[in-house]
């Protein structure tokens, strides 16, 4: 079962700004009197919060076992509603920085008996850095496809040069798209595959893992993935019983549990609104959640042990959550 973890709000200083790529920023981050920053492990993410700009969800991409300082890295999105714009026009050396976390979304299996099977995208490079890091540490056996538009696109290769033959990196330019069924192979036991990076490279590694066994894949999302509209899930009224108050609310056609909440003048810790992040996850007591989130494994939604409230509903008449 997944357990919400404790959010701590933090104020820091961007020490450097580091080109990495073509469109691609880090941003170094340590504490105002430099001392140690908290503990995280690979494939943990911050919330970044920018005067002016919406909170947004970036990677830990250095070293876990540097504790003075930690990095970010943006990809400058031509479509951006303002994070990434924010980042590489308006952020300089010497800003303090509001940020939340580490919360920690998309964990490492580190275990010497598994083969690791890393597929990046494009950005989704970032949280895959600390994982070969560890896992070289740890004597694992893993190997990275590494895709993206162009080699001038593609963050962190001098970084990833020191693995050797480990890192395959493929820039759509110079090979086409990923040969995802030759890097995979044919299913096994004892294997894990870690994706992140767009929409299509997941879908495709979801199709491709489906035949393999249960708890082999984990993926990260940068954003939601499509849902069917309200029109289409026969949406009704409910009954929302928050249990540690024993307050009712009822939750109307088209309402997410957030809103409702916030409706009645209830606000839960919650970031991104859309099911990627998982600041909002919240423990369900009682009956069955309609999860609609982008981060939950299908063993986990089967479970129902908790939710993310800031998309979902329920598929019963009555919910009650350990809020």
Not at 164 to 183: I, K, M, S
Not at 194 to 220: D, F, I, K, S
Request: glycine share 8%.
């Amino acid at each position: 079962m997944r357990v919400p973890s404790e959010e701590q709000r933090l104020r820091l200083r961007v020490n450097a700004l580091v080109r990495e790529a073509e469109g691609v920023l880090s941003a170094h981050l340590s504490r105002p009197e430099d001392g140690e920053l908290p503990p995280w492990t690979p494939g943990a993410h911050l919330d970044l919060h920018l005067p002016g700009a919406p909170v947004r969800q970036y990677s830990l991409s250095g070293s876990p076992t540097d504790r003075s300082t930690w990095r970010i890295s943006v990809l400058r999105e031509p479509a951006s509603r303002g994070g990434s714009r924010a980042v590489h026009e308006h952020l300089r050396p010497g800003h303090l920085v509001d940020v939340t976390g580490p919360r920690n979304a998309f964990p490492l299996v580190d275990s010497p008996q598994s083969e690791h099977l890393f597929i990046a995208g494009g950005i989704g490079i970032t949280p895959i850095m600390p994982m070969v890091e560890q896992l070289t540490r740890s004597g694992a056996h893993w190997r990275l496809l590494y895709g993206g538009r162009s080699r001038s696109t593609m963050a962190f290769q001098p970084a990833l040069a020191r693995y050797g033959d480990r890192v395959l990196v493929r820039p759509q330019d110079e090979y086409g798209l990923l040969a995802l069924d030759a890097f995979l192979g044919l299913p096994r036991q004892n294997t894990v595959v870690y994706c992140c990076g767009p929409e299509p490279l997941l879908a495709a590694v979801e199709q491709r893992c489906a035949p393999w066994p249960e708890g082999t894949l984990h993926l990260e999302r940068f954003a939601a993935r499509p849902t069917p509209s309200a029109a289409h899930l026969g949406e009704e009224a409910f009954e929302l019983v928050l249990r540690r108050t024993g307050r009712s609310i009822t939750v109307t056609p088209g309402s997410t549990i957030l809103q409702a909440l916030e409706d009645n003048g209830i606000e839960p810790p919650n970031s991104c609104r859309e099911g990627i992040c998982g600041t909002c996850e919240t423990k369900v007591v009682e009956g069955i959640p309609d999860h609609r989130d982008s981060l939950l494994t299908q063993e986990e939604r089967d479970a129902n042990d908790t939710m993310m409230i800031c998309v979902g509903r329920a598929r019963c008449h009555r919910l009650v959550l350990d809020l």
